[in-house]
């Protein structure tokens, strides 16, 4: 079955530096996002891309967040300046189309350490 | 804004018996979703419901979609150790975005 995948699977890196987290959706999906899960609570939405821009982001994708598809298989989430907050699992997601129909298909992670 | 209560938070049960655990909502929504997430791993799809009275099973998960749409129910039936791990409900109304309920973190004991 097509899976959504995340590289790496685990990131540490120092506060202030930029981290980039990978994500290959499933192939035939057109619709891309991203969620983050902070240690025991639940998982929140990030952000919505579809069409090559940004369809919807929630208060917590802040200018420090951006998003792109640089290319026909990937979609990237770049934190520029990270923060010890900013610690946490990033799950990318994807589905077929928009709409009510069609759920979304996660990753496995990138758990980001921010020291 | 909106608020979404799951329950229980946690349960500890013996092998073979039956679940249930639900989210209630203050706001209307056109999907729910029950997700299931092992300790290191990305949520995965259970149940995927889309009209209001809508009653789904997928093996020994059963799901409802509440009439009023402000609600659902998951039941597990014959509990497996299997079954093991935390379960979420993420309704979405009009937006893209999937609102994620706190979890019920399951435990069944062999």
């Known amino acids: 079955e097509p899976e959504v995948t995340q590289t790496p699977s685990h990131q540490v890196t120092q506060m202030g530096q930029e981290v980039i987290l990978r994500c290959v959706p499933i192939?035939?999906?057109?619709?891309f996002y991203w969620y983050r899960q902070i240690l025991g609570q639940k998982v929140e939405f990030l952000v919505s891309?579809?069409?090559?821009?940004?369809?919807?982001k929630s208060e917590i994708f802040d200018d420090q967040f951006s998003v792109e598809r640089p290319d026909g298989s990937n979609f990237t989430l770049k934190i520029r300046s990270t923060k010890l907050e900013d610690s946490a699992m990033y799950f990318c997601?994807?589905?077929?189309?928009?709409?009510?129909?069609?759920?979304?298909?996660f990753g496995n992670g990138t758990r980001l350490t921010v020291t | 804004g909106q608020q979404l209560n799951q329950s229980p938070q946690s349960m500890f049960i013996q092998e073979g018996e039956d679940v249930s655990m639900n989210c209630t909502s203050s706001?209307?929504?056109?999907?729910w979703l029950w997700y299931k997430q092992d300790p290191g791993e990305g949520p995965v799809l259970l149940i995927a419901?889309?009209?209001?009275?809508e009653l789904t099973s997928n093996g020994r998960l059963t799901a409802q979609f509440g009439i009023t749409r402000k609600d659902s129910f998951l039941n597990i039936s014959a509990s497996i150790p299997s079954d093991v791990g935390i379960y979420f409900c993420a309704p979405r109304g009009g937006s893209e975005k999937l609102v994620f309920g706190k979890g019920t973190k399951l435990t069944v004991n062999p």
């Open positions: 706001s209307i929504f056109n999907t």
């Open positions: 891309f579809y069409n090559n821009e940004i369809s919807e």
């Open positions: 419901l889309y009209k209001a009275g």
């Open positions: 192939s035939n999906h057109l619709y």
């Open positions: 997601a994807s589905r077929t189309t928009g709409g009510s129909i069609s759920p979304l298909h």
